[in-house]
């Protein structure tokens, strides 16, 4: 359920901005009409003003969506902490101060554990 969630919500954004393309033909349909249900008159320029507003404001939404899925895709983290054996699995090739690496497999460990998993000491 949460694994890849900025795909997840590119994808509702999509789905957002077909179901406002398609609300915003039925609602300027709808305001377009005269509100005499007997007559058949038309206010185009009615029809067209609600339609470019609601197709504009729903592409604005659908935008920031999409937007706040790319920030989550951006800030997903790197590293992952194994905890099964207290090692962190990193992108980076080098330790920061408080960690080392072990020489024999390259896992990466907090200072506080003394030995790697599979058996090497710490430097």
């Known amino acids: 359920m949460f694994n890849n969630p900025s795909k997840k919500i590119k994808i509702i954004a999509i789905i957002l901005f077909v179901i406002n393309v398609v609300l ?3 609602m300027a349909f709808l305001f377009g009409k005269d509100p005499e249900w007997s007559s058949y008159h038309f206010h185009f320029g009615f029809f067209l003003l609600i339609l470019l507003f609601s197709l504009f404001f729903g592409y604005v939404l659908s935008l920031l969506v999409y937007g706040f ?3 989550i895709e951006n800030t997903e983290p790197k590293d992952v902490y194994n ?3 207290n090692s962190l699995e990193s992108e980076e090739s080098e330790p920061s101060d408080i960690e080392w690496k072990c020489p024999k497999c390259g896992k990466i460990y907090h200072k506080y554990v003394d030995a790697c ?3 090497e000491k710490m430097p």
Do not use: A, P
């Open 24 to 26: 915003s033909f039925i």
């Open 83 to 85: 905890t099964e054996n």
């Open 69 to 71: 899925g790319q920030l």
């Open 117 to 119: 998993s599979c058996g």
